[in-house]
């Protein structure tokens, strides 16, 4: 089991910043991707970026590349997102996942789908 534990959302300005933290426990933090994904009322869970074990490989969904940075810490056991610029369509509840198997950055890798573990999710809202 891994269990995964998101913090630093909140409300924010249209072009603000957050940084979103998450922190694993359980099983060996980096034997696992990691991935952000997000959730807004009334739409399905969508991929927002992932990162390769080693920290390397980053991935990101069309609509947050150039402004949002997805990095890991295998020695403190954390993944965070950067977001700046932000725009109200960025607002959700922030999800942190892990998943045992590496696609590269094919479609299949921000599918929620192979992501195994779950945290409970931060809000993150942006306003006009």
């Known amino acids: 089991q891994v269990q995964l534990v998101e913090s630093g959302g909140g409300l924010v300005q249209a072009g603000g910043s957050l940084r979103l933290s998450c922190a694993a426990s359980?099983?060996?933090?980096?034997?696992?991707?990691m991935g952000w994904f997000r959730q807004a009322p009334g739409k399905e869970r969508e991929f927002v970026a992932a990162i390769s074990r080693t920290g390397v490989i980053p991935m990101y969904a069309d609509s947050v590349k150039g402004r949002f940075t997805i990095s890991r810490d295998n020695g403190k056991n954390t993944v965070s997102l950067q977001m700046n610029s932000l725009k109200p369509e960025d607002t959700g509840l922030y999800y942190c996942a892990a998943a045992g198997t590496w696609y590269g950055t094919s479609p299949l890798q921000a599918s929620p789908g192979v992501y195994e573990y779950w945290g409970q999710g931060t809000q993150v809202t942006v306003s006009p």
């Open positions: 359980g099983r060996t933090f980096s034997d696992y991707i």
